[in-house]
């Protein structure tokens, strides 16, 4: 008798991708064989089945059913012989290596995109592809801007669109010149190009595309988290939903469930969105309603796609847009960017920078919090305090400052105390500090149906602890709501904060590495010379003092210590002992070029322009004057505080007051070189001494030209270097640099403003207040 399953003769697997094939075909065999021994030898055969029941064979019900399992046999063992002769793919680098096997036409860029997708065997496609629609007016102005800073941090990929034929002096921004088209605005055949040829040549690669404008500033990781969240597979356009202005509203033939996605703040598309409007976009360009781009690509999505933008009221902060003033949006006020993905418009680039400079901040501070929540779950993690160090001396208690109504600060141990105005910079920290404070308090505000809102601040402690951080105490009003029903309600209360902000762990680097890093973008080598320009008219004997200074400085600068000196000379009547005292410094191994200006009025600005047009865009240069004197290691700081294409220097000199105000024992002195408070001061209000490269003095706009005479020119320039943005300014005292005191003559006939400000450097160095109090007591 012959026992088996109602089903285990069906269970062959004859598939090529089985390993065990042949040895079910064998054992498959062999029951066959047995069974066929059973039925010669007996005339019934006897199936057992799985309930315990019998059922009797005849000899012929045994035949057929041979046949039949003899047929399945022959079936699939001929189906597996044929499945040994097929090639076998082992791996997915081996399946792209034979995509000769493919249909090649179907994968060419002209062919249908749907049939193009289906045939990239193992492709993974992108998050988001953004691209960006300028003019050549702006590629290397806003283009070029957005393209180093919030480009750089896209997960994804970044394309500029430009009218065909357009250059740019960059060669690293990634432009696509579409074919056939202008600048002509409004955009509408540039914006439908764009798109179209995004889904011809890219819509195999992403899963997203973002239409932007190049004065919208997109902040790439919260533009990821949100896709992330969304169905990337259906059809989708997002951003902030229009009806038009209150100008355009109901002019724009849109129906009563139509809308569109403004342009300005970005249109995301999925997708399936950019493959389904493709092949409608000449037609819907060909019949527009309206001159607007944005409002005709909705349209067109609407009618064809089937969905409009979305509408939510949400969407307003995440795709923000600020129409009240263009001009200065988010130059001073950035509350905004915290909650939002993208802002626009932006159409300042040094407001871009800034911008991007401070969502770098928000972005470091964040994950600066999430390593001290990290550092604080370990068992090694000491327990957390109010009291982070315990004093041991009465020295070593830090006193706090006292903070009324955000207004006024009250100290006890700075120049400015007992009572002062409240720094920007502490503004500025406390507010976010304060706006960080709420956001954690309002984390789950919608799924506990209350809100905290700040109203004020009634008054504050604060203290820096040098090696912990910065502590507050903070009194605030508050508001407290609810606003689920039956329970709506409105509280003003009143709250102590107590508020820690830690300090990050030391960090050194070398000042080769430094450097690297600041000028990471730079592809300028720095000249290793220090190319000192000074203008000259006159004041012979002043010029050898400074000459002579200069001839034993570079005696014992040693090798790092390389000098040049460019003279821009104006005629005068000592000008012969002038180039006497050239000729001196050339034969002591100084480099020493001299331009000749003539007989022209005096121009400090034109003068160092002059100079600085003689150097290449490498050269470092620092602006001096003739009443200077500095030691070796001032101009070795001087070299080591100036980075190209990053940071620019400005030293605080120290200016002497009038010999004739200083003591006995200031007169006996040597050198220069002294510090006391009645020999001098920082002059803290002048710019004139100045180090930047040649290529930072040309980026920042150079001196002003148009300043005649004496004075303003380095204010101007020292403005022009703050508001660049780009560029780091060090400006610190430099006790190396000394100006020796000289009688100052104000021309009567100077521009007021000049004039304003030599009478005011001229009452400065006059002599320091203690000696003027001594002058006034003689007389009381």
């Known amino acids: 008798m012959y026992k088996m399953e109602s089903s285990s003769l069906l269970e062959v697997v004859a598939s090529s991708a089985d390993p065990n094939r042949d040895a079910y075909l064998c054992r498959l065999l062999f029951d066959l064989y047995s069974m066929q021994h059973s039925c010669s030898t007996t005339n019934h055969l006897v199936i057992e089945r799985r309930g315990g029941c019998r059922m009797p064979l005849s000899r012929a019900a045994c035949t057929i059913l041979l046949g039949i399992l003899f047929g399945f046999s022959a ?51 992108g998050l988001i592809l953004v691209a960006i629609m300028t003019a050549a007016k702006y590629v290397d102005t806003r283009a070029y801007n957005v393209w180093k800073t919030w480009a750089q941090h896209i997960p994804g990929r970044v394309l500029i669109f430009v009218a065909e034929g357009t ?35 890219m819509a195999d690669e992403y899963d997203w595309f973002l239409r932007a404008d190049d004065d919208l500033y997109i902040r790439g990781e919260e533009l990821a988290a949100f896709l992330r969240s969304v169905d990337s597979s259906k059809a989708h356009v997002i951003g902030q939903a229009g009806l038009g202005n209150s100008a355009e509203y109901g002019l724009l033939a849109l129906g009563s469930t139509d809308n569109y996605c403004m342009g300005g703040p970005g249109i995301v598309m999925s997708r399936d969105t950019l493959l389904k409007v493709s092949p409608h976009l000449e037609s819907c360009l060909q019949h527009m309603l309206t001159s607007h781009e944005d409002v005709e690509l909705g349209r067109c999505i609407r009618k064809h796609v089937g969905v409009a933008c979305t509408w939510n009221y949400e969407m307003q902060k995440l795709f923000h847009n600020n129409q009240s003033a263009i001009k200065e949006s988010y130059a001073k006020n950035m509350k905004e960017l915290k909650d939002a993905i993208t802002l626009h418009p932006i159409k300042d680039p040094a407001v871009m920078r800034k911008v991007h400079l401070r969502n770098r901040e928000i972005k470091l501070r964040e994950a600066r919090a999430k390593r001290s929540l990290l550092s604080s779950e370990l068992s090694t993690a000491k327990a957390q305090t109010l009291v982070r160090m315990t004093p041991n001396r009465t020295i070593d208690l830090t006193p706090w400052d006292y903070i009324n109504n955000n207004k006024i600060l009250f100290c006890t141990d ?42 004020s601040l009634q008054y504050g402690y604060m203290r820096v602890e040098p090696t912990k951080g910065v502590d507050y105490v903070l009194d605030m009003l508050l508001w407290f709501k609810k606003f689920r029903p039956p329970n709506r309600t409105t509280i003003s209360v009143r709250r102590h904060a107590y508020v820690q902000q830690i300090f990050g762990k030391l960090r050194s680097l070398a000042e080769g590495v430094f450097r690297s890093n600041m000028r990471a973008n730079s592809t300028l080598i720095e000249d290793p010379t220090l190319h000192m320009i000074m203008p000259l008219r006159g004041r012979a004997p002043i010029f050898a003092r400074f000459a002579q200074h200069l001839k034993s400085i570079c005696a014992r600068g040693g090798d790092d210590l390389a000098v040049s000196l460019t003279i821009v000379l104006y005629s005068s009547e000592d000008e012969f002992e002038n180039r006497e005292t050239i000729e001196m410094l050339r034969a002591s191994s100084i480099p020493v070029s001299v331009i000749d200006m003539g007989d022209v009025p005096f121009s400090r600005g034109i003068a160092l322009m002059r100079g600085a047009e003689t150097l290449p865009a490498n050269a470092l240069l620092f602006f001096t004057d003739v009443d200077m004197l500095f030691t070796c290691d001032a101009l070795k700081r001087i070299k080591s505080n100036t980075i190209l294409n990053a940071q620019i220097y400005f030293p605080i000199v120290f200016s002497e007051f009038s010999h004739e105000s200083w003591s006995e024992n200031d007169k006996l002195l040597a050198d220069a070189f002294h510090y006391g408070r009645g020999r001098g001061y920082f002059r803290h209000f002048g710019y004139g001494l100045a180090a930047m490269y040649k290529a930072d003095l040309m980026d920042i706009g150079g001196f002003d030209t148009k300043i005649e005479g004496w004075g303003k020119e380095d204010v101007d320039l020292f403005e022009k270097a703050i508001k660049n943005g780009r560029l780091r300014v060090i400006r610190a005292p430099e006790p190396g640099l000394v100006h020796i005191y000289h009688p100052i003559h104000c021309d009567e006939n100077m521009p007021t403003a000049q004039k304003d400000m030599c009478h005011g450097s001229k009452a400065a160095s006059l002599a320091s207040i203690d000696t003027l109090v001594d002058q006034i007591a003689q007389y009381t």
Not at 174 to 185: C, E, F, H, S
Not at 423 to 449: C, K, P, V, Y
């Open 414 to 455: 700075r120049v400015n105390c007992p009572r002062h105005t409240v720094d920007l910079s502490i503004r500025t920290e406390m507010a976010d500090t304060i706006t960080q404070l709420f956001d954690e308090f309002n984390t789950n505000a919608r799924q506990r149906g209350r809100v905290l809102q700040f109203q």
């Open 167 to 201: 250059e740019s002096i960059h060669e690293d921004m990634p432009l696509i010149r579409l074919k056939g088209v202008d600048d002509t605005y409004p955009p509408q055949k540039k914006s439908f190009a764009m798109v179209k040829w995004l889904a011809e040549n």
């Open 75 to 125: 079936t699939y063992y001929l189906t597996a012989l044929k499945a040994l002769t097929d090639p076998i793919i082992c791996s997915p680098q081996q399946q792209l290596a034979g995509a000769e096997e493919l249909d090649i036409i179907n994968l060419r860029a002209d062919a249908d995109v749907f049939t193009r997708s289906q045939n990239l065997p193992g492709h993974r496609r």
